[in-house]
Protein backbone atom coordinates (compact mmCIF):
# COMPACT_ATOMS: atom_id res chain seq x y z
CA UNK A 1 0.00 0.00 0.00
CA UNK A 2 1.65 3.44 -0.73
CA UNK A 3 1.51 6.55 1.78
CA UNK A 4 3.25 8.35 4.22
CA UNK A 5 4.31 6.92 7.22
CA UNK A 6 5.75 8.54 10.19
CA UNK A 7 8.11 7.15 12.83
CA UNK A 8 8.01 7.12 15.57
CA UNK A 9 4.66 7.39 16.67
CA UNK A 10 5.22 8.89 20.56
CA UNK A 11 8.80 10.79 21.17
CA UNK A 12 10.01 11.61 24.32
CA UNK A 13 13.02 14.12 24.56
CA UNK A 14 15.40 15.67 27.69
CA UNK A 15 15.51 19.53 27.48
CA UNK A 16 19.09 20.24 25.51
CA UNK A 17 18.46 17.60 22.92
CA UNK A 18 18.22 16.80 19.38
CA UNK A 19 15.65 14.91 17.88
CA UNK A 20 15.11 13.48 14.57
CA UNK A 21 11.52 12.70 13.42
CA UNK A 22 11.46 10.23 10.01
CA UNK A 23 9.16 10.96 7.32
CA UNK A 24 9.09 8.04 4.74
CA UNK A 25 6.48 8.10 1.63
CA UNK A 26 6.18 5.90 -1.28
CA UNK A 27 3.85 7.64 -3.12
CA UNK A 28 7.01 8.98 -6.03
CA UNK A 29 5.15 12.17 -4.86
CA UNK A 30 7.87 15.57 -5.13
CA UNK A 31 6.63 18.10 -2.52
CA UNK A 32 6.86 17.40 1.05
CA UNK A 33 5.85 19.23 3.89
CA UNK A 34 6.46 19.64 7.43
CA UNK A 35 3.86 20.81 10.11
CA UNK A 36 3.38 21.67 13.91
CA UNK A 37 -0.28 20.98 15.54
CA UNK A 38 -0.55 22.70 19.04
CA UNK A 39 -3.60 21.34 20.93
CA UNK A 40 -6.32 23.67 19.90
CA UNK A 41 -4.49 25.19 17.36
CA UNK A 42 -4.51 24.91 13.42
CA UNK A 43 -1.18 23.89 11.97
CA UNK A 44 1.68 26.15 11.41
CA UNK A 45 3.58 25.18 8.42
CA UNK A 46 7.59 23.95 9.32
CA UNK A 47 9.62 23.42 6.17
CA UNK A 48 8.52 22.19 2.61
CA UNK A 49 11.03 20.73 -0.40
CA UNK A 50 9.48 20.64 -3.74
CA UNK A 51 12.23 18.94 -5.02
CA UNK A 52 15.46 16.60 -3.80
CA UNK A 53 17.76 18.72 -2.22
CA UNK A 54 15.87 21.91 -2.06
CA UNK A 55 13.81 22.86 0.53
CA UNK A 56 12.46 26.30 2.16
CA UNK A 57 11.64 27.66 5.56
CA UNK A 58 7.66 28.02 6.58
CA UNK A 59 6.48 30.22 9.15
CA UNK A 60 8.17 28.67 12.16
CA UNK A 61 11.65 27.48 11.22
CA UNK A 62 13.61 28.39 13.87
CA UNK A 63 14.84 25.80 16.19
CA UNK A 64 14.25 23.16 13.72
CA UNK A 65 16.40 21.68 10.21
CA UNK A 66 15.11 19.29 7.66
CA UNK A 67 17.23 17.39 3.99
CA UNK A 68 15.93 16.42 1.06
CA UNK A 69 18.57 13.83 0.06
CA UNK A 70 16.40 11.21 -1.21
CA UNK A 71 12.69 11.91 -3.09
CA UNK A 72 10.93 9.77 -0.70
CA UNK A 73 12.72 11.01 2.13
CA UNK A 74 12.19 13.87 4.11
CA UNK A 75 13.39 14.05 7.69
CA UNK A 76 12.73 16.59 10.82
CA UNK A 77 15.51 17.50 13.29
CA UNK A 78 14.01 18.99 16.42
CA UNK A 79 17.49 21.18 17.81
CA UNK A 80 18.22 22.45 21.28
CA UNK A 81 17.62 25.84 20.15
CA UNK A 82 13.54 24.69 19.46
CA UNK A 83 12.56 26.39 22.93
CA UNK A 84 9.22 24.69 23.09
CA UNK A 85 8.99 21.35 21.20
CA UNK A 86 6.39 19.97 22.97
CA UNK A 87 3.38 19.26 19.77
CA UNK A 88 1.85 16.84 17.48
CA UNK A 89 4.13 16.84 14.01
CA UNK A 90 2.60 16.25 10.89
CA UNK A 91 4.45 15.25 7.68
CA UNK A 92 2.36 15.51 4.08
CA UNK A 93 3.14 15.15 0.67
CA UNK A 94 1.55 16.41 -2.73
CA UNK A 95 2.55 14.54 -6.19
CA UNK A 96 3.33 17.33 -8.11
CA UNK A 97 5.43 20.45 -7.34
CA UNK A 98 3.36 22.77 -10.40
CA UNK A 99 -0.18 21.34 -9.09
CA UNK A 100 -2.11 23.55 -7.28
CA UNK A 101 -5.38 20.68 -7.32
CA UNK A 102 -4.14 18.06 -6.02
CA UNK A 103 -4.65 17.15 -2.30
CA UNK A 104 -1.81 16.51 0.16
CA UNK A 105 -1.84 13.08 1.87
CA UNK A 106 -0.49 12.95 5.77
CA UNK A 107 1.32 10.54 7.78
CA UNK A 108 -0.07 9.67 11.51
CA UNK A 109 1.75 11.99 13.12
CA UNK A 110 4.38 11.99 15.74
CA UNK A 111 3.57 13.01 19.27
CA UNK A 112 7.04 14.61 20.59
CA UNK A 113 7.19 15.79 24.57
CA UNK A 114 9.67 17.21 26.22
CA UNK A 115 10.79 15.66 29.46
CA UNK B 1 0.22 37.04 2.26
CA UNK B 2 -2.13 34.17 2.03
CA UNK B 3 -4.76 33.50 4.72
CA UNK B 4 -7.57 31.42 5.84
CA UNK B 5 -9.98 32.06 8.31
CA UNK B 6 -12.90 29.48 9.51
CA UNK B 7 -14.86 29.43 12.55
CA UNK B 8 -14.39 28.80 15.72
CA UNK B 9 -15.26 25.72 17.79
CA UNK B 10 -15.73 23.70 19.67
CA UNK B 11 -19.45 23.37 17.78
CA UNK B 12 -21.65 20.77 19.33
CA UNK B 13 -25.20 19.71 17.86
CA UNK B 14 -27.71 17.20 18.04
CA UNK B 15 -27.45 13.82 15.94
CA UNK B 16 -29.60 14.95 12.48
CA UNK B 17 -28.85 18.50 12.64
CA UNK B 18 -27.89 20.83 9.89
CA UNK B 19 -24.48 22.07 9.95
CA UNK B 20 -22.47 24.99 8.25
CA UNK B 21 -18.68 25.82 9.61
CA UNK B 22 -17.65 29.23 7.64
CA UNK B 23 -14.74 29.46 5.72
CA UNK B 24 -13.45 32.59 4.21
CA UNK B 25 -9.67 32.73 2.53
CA UNK B 26 -7.56 35.76 1.38
CA UNK B 27 -5.11 34.67 -1.42
CA UNK B 28 -3.46 36.27 -4.72
CA UNK B 29 -4.70 34.71 -7.58
CA UNK B 30 -7.36 32.00 -7.44
CA UNK B 31 -6.13 29.09 -5.21
CA UNK B 32 -7.88 25.42 -4.89
CA UNK B 33 -9.62 25.30 -1.79
CA UNK B 34 -9.61 22.18 0.22
CA UNK B 35 -11.77 20.37 3.48
CA UNK B 36 -9.44 18.43 5.36
CA UNK B 37 -11.16 16.30 8.29
CA UNK B 38 -8.68 15.01 11.41
CA UNK B 39 -9.67 12.19 13.89
CA UNK B 40 -8.42 11.97 17.19
CA UNK B 41 -4.58 10.95 17.36
CA UNK B 42 -4.23 10.87 13.65
CA UNK B 43 -3.37 12.36 10.52
CA UNK B 44 -5.68 15.15 8.07
CA UNK B 45 -7.37 13.19 5.25
CA UNK B 46 -9.03 15.24 2.65
CA UNK B 47 -12.95 15.74 2.68
CA UNK B 48 -13.34 18.05 -0.41
CA UNK B 49 -11.75 20.45 -2.41
CA UNK B 50 -12.88 22.81 -5.60
CA UNK B 51 -10.26 24.08 -7.80
CA UNK B 52 -12.34 27.11 -9.38
CA UNK B 53 -15.23 29.65 -9.04
CA UNK B 54 -18.36 28.45 -8.52
CA UNK B 55 -17.33 24.82 -8.20
CA UNK B 56 -18.85 22.67 -5.41
CA UNK B 57 -17.11 19.40 -3.85
CA UNK B 58 -18.84 17.11 -2.02
CA UNK B 59 -17.83 13.86 -0.01
CA UNK B 60 -19.97 11.41 2.48
CA UNK B 61 -22.54 13.99 2.24
CA UNK B 62 -20.59 17.54 3.23
CA UNK B 63 -20.41 20.24 0.28
CA UNK B 64 -19.12 23.04 -0.35
CA UNK B 65 -18.93 26.04 -2.53
CA UNK B 66 -15.85 28.21 -3.96
CA UNK B 67 -17.65 31.75 -3.89
CA UNK B 68 -14.80 33.94 -5.52
CA UNK B 69 -17.60 37.08 -4.74
CA UNK B 70 -17.24 36.20 -1.16
CA UNK B 71 -13.97 34.66 -0.95
CA UNK B 72 -15.24 31.82 1.08
CA UNK B 73 -16.19 27.89 1.31
CA UNK B 74 -18.26 27.31 3.88
CA UNK B 75 -18.61 23.60 4.63
CA UNK B 76 -22.05 22.38 4.90
CA UNK B 77 -23.86 19.05 5.88
CA UNK B 78 -27.53 18.28 6.07
CA UNK B 79 -27.99 15.62 8.76
CA UNK B 80 -25.05 14.81 10.78
CA UNK B 81 -24.36 11.90 12.13
CA UNK B 82 -22.15 10.73 15.62
CA UNK B 83 -19.73 9.81 13.39
CA UNK B 84 -18.88 12.94 11.84
CA UNK B 85 -17.12 14.39 15.25
CA UNK B 86 -13.76 15.39 14.40
CA UNK B 87 -11.70 18.33 13.77
CA UNK B 88 -12.27 20.22 10.53
CA UNK B 89 -9.21 22.29 8.40
CA UNK B 90 -10.37 24.21 5.74
CA UNK B 91 -6.92 24.85 3.56
CA UNK B 92 -5.73 26.37 0.13
CA UNK B 93 -2.77 26.04 -1.94
CA UNK B 94 -1.21 29.10 -2.26
CA UNK B 95 0.89 31.12 -5.04
CA UNK B 96 4.08 30.53 -3.06
CA UNK B 97 3.50 26.81 -3.30
CA UNK B 98 2.74 26.39 0.63
CA UNK B 99 -0.93 24.75 1.96
CA UNK B 100 -2.38 27.07 4.44
CA UNK B 101 -4.72 25.88 6.78
CA UNK B 102 -7.47 27.25 9.19
CA UNK B 103 -7.13 27.04 12.99
CA UNK B 104 -9.93 24.00 12.50
CA UNK B 105 -13.30 23.93 14.23
CA UNK B 106 -13.76 20.72 16.75
CA UNK B 107 -17.08 19.63 16.03
CA UNK B 108 -18.96 17.35 18.30
CA UNK B 109 -22.24 15.11 17.75
CA UNK B 110 -24.37 14.16 20.53
CA UNK B 111 -26.60 10.85 20.20
Known amino acids: DGGITQSPKYLFRKEGQNVTLSCEQN?????MYWYRQDPGQGLRLIYY???????QKGDIAEGYSVSREKKESFPLTVTSAQKNPTAFYLC??????????????FGQGTRLTVV | GDSVTQMEGPVTLSEEAFLTINCTYT??????LFWYVQYPGEGLQLLLK?????DKGSNKGFEATYRKETTSFHLEKGSVQVSDSAVYFC??????????FGSGTRLSIRP
Open chain 1, 92 to 105: ASIPDRGSRTAEAF
Open chain 1, 27 to 31: LNHDA
Open chain 1, 49 to 55: SQIVNDF
Open chain 2, 27 to 32: ATGYPS
Open chain 2, 50 to 54: ATKAD
Open chain 2, 91 to 100: ALYSSASKII
